[in-house]
């Protein structure tokens, strides 16, 4: 069973960064293809990225050009590194593979506020 922590959320304001990270238990991590995902209060889940087993990544049209996915095998980590942040962009991010098949974890909080 993969157990999946997040990490790297937290308070910044519109234009910064910040770089989420994502810790995944179990040798079939690099297995899967990966994704982040986010929910805004009062709003369903939504994929923001996906990341392949080769590293072709996709993204959602809000935010293309700023966020970047990322994985690294070796240590079983997927990573999002997001810029230019903007207000619509606060939600908890999750990760999990795509599509989704293992329990979710508890996610970490992005605040963008000025």
């Known amino acids: 069973q993969v157990q999946l922590v997040e990490s790297g959320g937290g308070l910044v304001q519109p234009g910064g960064s910040l770089r989420l990270s994502c810790a995944a238990s179990?040798?079939?991590?690099?297995?899967?293809?990966m994704g982040w995902y986010r929910q805004g209060p009062g709003k369903q889940r939504d994929l923001v990225a996906r990341?392949?087993?080769?590293?072709?990544?996709t993204y959602a049209d809000s935010v293309k050009g700023r966020f970047t996915i990322s994985r690294d095998n070796a240590k079983n980590n997927v990573y999002l590194q997001m810029n230019s942040l903007k207000s619509e962009d606060a939600a908890v991010y999750y990760c999990?593979?795509?599509?989704?098949?293992?329990?979710w974890g508890q996610g970490t909080q992005v605040t963008v506020s000025s």
């Open positions: 999990n593979s795509y599509p989704p098949l293992f329990t």
């Open positions: 990341v392949t087993r080769g590293d072709f990544t």
């Open positions: 179990g040798s079939i991590f690099s297995s899967y293809p």
